[in-house]
C-alpha cells in the first residue's frame, strides 16, 4: 500500500502540520507516495463523538475508529505528531469553543445526575486522557534520539538549548514519596492460565454486591494486576511534606500524570489542592458545594465557580487563598508573570515534563517572583518516584551532566494491546464506601482482593502475552544491532512485575543472546546503573513497562539534546505495519500561545522530519519501495545539512521560526533528490525545484520574518479557522508559488 496516513492533531504541531504537510505530500507523489490526512485533535474527536447533536453539514468521520481498524492490518503506516491528553478543563475549554463556532455539542457533566446526563458524560470518556494512544499503539514502542543530531550536539552542546545548571553543593532538593498505603504497597498480580471472563466488583459493609466491571475478556497468558491507593495516607503524606518544605524553606512542587491516568491521578491532585488550601475548603465547605467547586480541576476551577457568587464574598475567599499562600511553603510556578502555579489545573502537572525540568535546572523550579529555587518534588506513588529519587541524588553527588561526554539511553517500550497502567482507565475506581474491591472468574475464584476505605483509588491492569513476547524480542534485536548494554527495570518486590520478570526470562531463551549484556534491574538500581554507564560516555538501552517509556523517553533526551520533541519514535505494529510518533507535545501549549500573541512560532519539526525519513526507510525495507529509500535518505542528509548550519527555530520574534526552518528543511531536502544519483527519475524531477528554491530561499525567508511580531489571527486554539492558519502558517508567497509550479498541482488548496 503506497500510502502513509498523516495525523491531525493539536496546538504547535497542529501549526506546523499546514506548512510541512503540503510539501511532504507534493514531494512524495514524485515517488508514487500518497498521504491520506486523519483528525484525533482533540475537537475532531468531540465532533466524531456527537454527530446527533450536530447539523449535517457539520458531522465528521471518525478518525480515530478508523485507524484503529487500519493499525491491524499489514501495511498501514502512520506518522503520529503529539495530540492533547485532555483533561476535563481542556475538554470542558474545547467544548466552549465549539460551541461559540455554532456547534451545538453538549455540556460536559462533572457530577452526572440525570440518566441523559449519565450518558453524556460516558460517551465524553473516549475524548478524555490518553484517548489516542492505546487505539494506535499495537506495537511495541523503539524510541531514542536520532543520532545525527545526538553526536551534533556532542560537538555543539549549545545547540541543546537550554543549558544544564549547576547543582548547589549543599542542594536540598530531593524526591518525597509516600513510605505507605500507596499503589506499590497493595499491588497484587497473577497470570491467567486458560483464556477467561473475569468482572470487578465492590462488596459493601452489609455484604451487598456492586460490579464495577462485567466480562472482562482475559486471555490465557495474560497478566492482570491490581491495586489502590489509601485517600488517609496519601493525606497524612502531603500534610506531612508540605509542613517539611516549609520548615525548610524549599519550593513545594508536585508532579504527576492527570492527563494520561485520568481517573486516578485528577483525584491524587485534588487531594494536594484540598490539603495544602486546606483552611479555605473547610471554612467554605457549604459555598463550594453549591456552586460545584471541584478541587480536581484546580485552582482554575474554583476561581472560575466563585464567580456565581456576590463579589464580596469572592473577595472575601480570595483573600483567603492568599492568607493560606503566606502559611505554606512557596507553590512552584507555571508561569511566574501570570501567577499560575502548580496547583492551577492538572494539566499543567505532568511528571515526564517537569521532572526532567528540575534535573536540567540544578534540582529547583520557578518561584512566584520568577527566580530558580531549589525544590521538595512530590511524587506521591512508589512504583516510579524511586527512579526519580535515584537520579536527584546522583546529582547531588557528582554535578550536572555533560552533554559533550555524556552516552545515550534509548528505550525499548512495552505498550501494545493497551499494556499496563495506560490503559486501565475503564478499570479505575473511586471508592464511594468501605468495603472490599476484588477480581473473579465466571466460576466465582476470587484473583485479587483488597479491603478499601471511602474515597479510595482502584485500579486494574494488564499486559498481554503476545505483547510482552513481542516486547523481549524487539529488546534482543535492538541489543544484538547495536551492541548496548540492555536493562530491562522489573521490580522483584513489585506483584505485577514479579510476573512480567517470568516472561522475560521465559523468552529470552528463545533467543541467541550470546555476547550480549542483559540486565534485569529494579528502577533504582537500574538508574543507578544506567547513570553510571551515562556519566562515562556509555551507552544503554532502558527496556521498560508502558509507564516508565514515557517517562525515560522525556527525561534522557531532554538531559542528551535539550528536548524530547525530536526523539525518534518507532513501533513496529504486531499486525505488520508501522506507527512513527514525532516525539512529546509537553511544550507545544506554550508554542501555539506565543504563536497567537506574536506570529512566531518556535515548535522544532525536527522530529516530523526524522519521522518523514524512517517511514519512507521502513517502506523500503519492508515493501521493497526503492524510490521511498531514495527519499528517505535525502530526508537525512537534509536534516543534517540544517543541523550542521545551525537552522532550527530560535525562540524569539526575529529569531528564525518553525516556517523558516520548515523552508530550509525543503530546499535542502530537494537538493538532496537532485544531487543523488540512486534514482535518476527523480534527480531530473527535483533538479528544478532546488535550483528555484536555492534561487529564492532569501526572498522566502525575509517574507516569513516580515510576517511576525504581531498577533497571529487563526480564529481558535482547539478548533481555528484553516483558511486563517494555513495563511497565518504559509505566509511567504514565492515559496507557495515555487512550490505548486514545480510540484505540478495546487498543493495549498
Known sequence: MNKIIWTKTDEAPYLATFALLPVVRGFLKKGGIEVDLKDISLAGRILATFPDYLEEGQRVPDDLKELGELVEKKGTKIIKLPNISASVVQLKAAIEELQKKGYKVPDYPEEPQTEEEKKIHERY?????????????????????????????KKNPKAAGLPLRDWEKDSKAHVAHMEKGDFFEHEQSFTAERDMTVRIEFVDKNGNVKVLKDNLKVDEGEILSSTYISVKELKKYFEKEIKDAKDKDLLLSLHLKATMMKVSDPPIFGHAVTTF?????????????????????GLVDLYKKIEKL????????????EESYKNNPDLAMVDSDKGITNLHAP???????????????????????????????????????????????????????????????????????????YGSHDKTFVL???????????????????KVEKH??????????????????????RAKVTGFTTIFWLDNERAHDREVIKKVEKYLKDYDTEGLDIKILKPEEAMKETLKRFRAGKDTISVTGNVLRDYLTDLFPIIEIGTSAKVLSIVPLLAGGG???????????????QFIEQGHLRWDSTAEFNAVGATLEFMEQKEGHKKAGVMGRAVEKAVSTLLENEQWPGRKVGQLDNRGSQAYFTLYWAEALAEQNEDNELKEAFKPIAEKLREN???????????????ADIDGYYFPDEEKVTKAMLPSKTFVSILEEYLGEKVFN
Open 125 to 153: 470518556q473516549v475524548c478524555l486522557g490518553s484517548a489516542v494512544n492505546p487505539v494506535l499503539r499495537q506495537g511495541n514502542s523503539d524510541r531514542r534520539a536520532p543520532k545525527a543530531l545526538k553526536e551534533y550536539v
Open 277 to 297: 488550601f486546606k483552611d479555605v475548603f473547610e471554612k467554605y465547605e457549604k459555598e463550594f458545594k453549591e456552586i460545584g467547586v471541584n478541587p480536581n480541576n
Open 310 to 321: 456576590p463579589a464580596e464574598k469572592q473577595e472575601e475567599i480570595k483573600k483567603a487563598i
Open 347 to 421: 494539566n499543567l502537572v505532568i511528571v515526564d515534563a517537569s521532572m526532567p525540568v528540575v534535573i536540567r535546572e540544578g534540582g529547583k523550579m520557578w518561584d512566584k517572583n520568577g527566580e530558580l529555587k531549589q525544590t521538595k518534588a512530590l511524587i506521591p506513588d512508589r512504583c516510579y518516584a524511586t527512579m526519580y529519587k535515584e537520579i536527584v541524588e546522583d546529582c547531588k553527588k557528582n554535578g550536572k551532566f555533560d552533554r559533550t561526554t555524556i552516552g545515550t539511553v534509548q528505550n525499548i517500550g512495552l505498550m501494545a494491546k493497551k499494556a499496563e497502567e
Open 432 to 450: 464511594e464506601d468501605d468495603g472490599i474491591v476484588r477480581i473473579v472468574d465466571e466460576n466465582g475464584k476470587v484473583y485479587t482482593e483488597h
Open 456 to 477: 479510595d483509588i482502584w485500579r486494574a491492569y494488564s499486559a498481554k502475552d503476545i505483547a510482552i513476547k513481542d516486547w523481549v524480542g524487539l529488546a534482543v534485536h
Open 579 to 593: 506507527l512513527f510518533e514525532t516525539g512529546a507535545g509537553g511544550s507545544a501549549p506554550k508554542h501555539i500561545q
Open 697 to 711: 530561499i532569501d526572498t522566502i525567508i525575509k517574507e516569513i520574518s516580515e510576517s511576525e511580531g504581531k498577533p
